[in-house]
């Protein structure tokens, strides 16, 4: 792309850092991207209430779409950047700033691609908790999208290398809380009350030894009681993140872990409850999708790399697969680059010329 155009995405992006937003709270990052498409093309542009899209249209055409998340996550800003959170415990430590700045720089190139069909770029919100997708897939349907792509910056792959998987990309996940009450007692005494302590480290232990490796289960958080050493507690909860390649799987090990939870809990006169949260289907790319992204990356002659296994990391991109045909892709950041959801991460600028590449040569060379 023109250089100009690199370094009005680039200088977006750090905007877009500096002012980073939690997941169903994307007001400024949603303004500042709506904005930048008002100023800098002749994009249609519409505000959905949590998203937005901008779209050319072009009469009797089958639409073709492209997503950038939005929402960054609770984590402290560390590194020393020019253009570092104002927000406190909140950052872009997944690199949706980069993603989104990617998706307005093809808005620019849009602006003179000969391409004969309608095309949307969708502003999504949410998808660190499996929210934002889910409210914004019907919308593919309602345009008579046929197809929809989108990328991931990732650590651990050469710089601007292109990652491709037919099939199942990222696994299902889910959040599950359970929690346990017993019966508060005098620490001295505590064969009067009943603390679930034990029944919760019990439960933690035969988790722990029944996942396989297709299921996974880690444990996010404990809680049980105060630090008050008079005390034995009778309310405790655990939350863990449940994850399998497949949704059928992953809903079955869930179901599971309520039973074994509820078993445990009437054994040991303790009532139970579960919630879930967080939930993400697998993500399937499909195999033609895939096919016009890869020959996008080598008309640009990048490296293509066939990723052999899935992701175990969940992204909500599955929610429109199941819709319609499409594919994610992965960009990578570098062999040693730092990984995502981590303090040292920040997105390398380096690969947003490469995503508005790719993007642009699946309007180009791979739309039907």
Same mark, same amino acid.
């Not at 969708?122 to 998808?127: K, L, T, V, Y």
């Not at 939930?279 to 195999?287: A, G, R, W």
């Not at 199941?322 to 680059?337: C, D, R, S």
């Given at each position: ?26 007001? =400024?990052?949603?303004?500042?991207l ?22 050319? #249209? ?25 253009y ?10 997944? @690199? ?17 691609? $000969? ?9 999504? =919100? ?22 929809? #792509? ?32 017993g *019966?508060?007692? =005098?620490?001295?005494? $505590?064969? *009067?009350?009943? +603390? ?36 034995? $507690? ?9 994850r ?23 054994? +040991? ?9 967080d ?9 033609e ?7 996008a ?20 991109? @599955? #929610?429109?697969t199941?819709?319609? =045909? ?12 730092p ?25 180009t060379?791979?739309?039907?």
């Open positions: 792309m023109k250089l100009e155009n690199l370094h009005k995405i680039i200088n977006l992006r750090h905007e877009l850092h500096a002012h980073p937003e939690l997941s169903g709270n994307e007001s =400024h990052t949603k303004r500042t709506m904005n930048f498409l008002e100023a800098n093309t002749r994009l249609a542009v519409v505000d959905c209430g949590k998203w937005f899209y901008a779209s050319r #249209y072009v009469e009797g055409s089958k639409g073709i779409a492209f997503r950038a998340d939005m929402d960054a996550l609770p984590i402290n800003e560390e590194l020393e950047l020019a570092a959170s104002h927000n406190p415990g909140v950052s872009h430590k997944c @690199g949706h700033d980069g993603h989104c700045a990617a998706l307005c720089g093809l808005a620019l190139e849009l602006e003179n691609l $000969p391409v004969k069909r309608s095309v949307y770029l969708i502003f999504q =919100h949410a998808e660190e908790t499996g929210q934002g997708a889910r409210e914004c897939a019907n919308f593919l349907r309602e345009r008579s999208i046929s197809e929809i #792509y989108a990328f991931h910056n990732w650590s651990g792959w050469p710089e601007k290398s292109i990652v491709v998987r037919e099939g199942l990309c990222q696994c299902s996940s889910a959040g599950l809380t359970i929690k346990f009450m *019966k508060t007692s =005098h620490a001295s005494e $505590p064969e *009067k009350g009943i +603390n679930p302590a034990y029944v919760i480290a019990k439960l933690i232990n035969e988790i722990g030894e029944n996942h396989n490796e297709k299921l996974l289960c880690t444990i996010v958080n404990i809680k049980l009681g105060d630090k008050n050493f008079g005390i034995s $507690p009778g309310e405790g909860e655990v939350s863990m993140t449940l399998a390649q497949r949704e059928e799987d992953m809903r079955t090990f869930r179901n599971a872990v309520v039973n074994l939870a509820k078993k445990l809990g009437s054994e +040991n006169d303790i009532s139970v409850e579960c919630e879930s949260c939930y993400f289907p697998e993500t399937l790319s499909d195999l999708c895939v096919a016009k992204i890869r020959k990356a080598k008309l640009l002659g990048l490296n293509v790399i066939e990723m052999q296994n899935a992701i175990r990391a969940s992204e909500d991109f @599955g #929610y429109y199941k819709l319609i =045909h499409g594919a994610i892709f992965y960009i990578g950041n570098g062999e040693n680059y990984a995502i959801h981590t303090a040292n991460y920040d997105f390398n600028d380096n690969i947003l010329d490469t995503a508005v590449k790719i993007f642009t040569g699946i309007l060379n791979g739309g039907k």
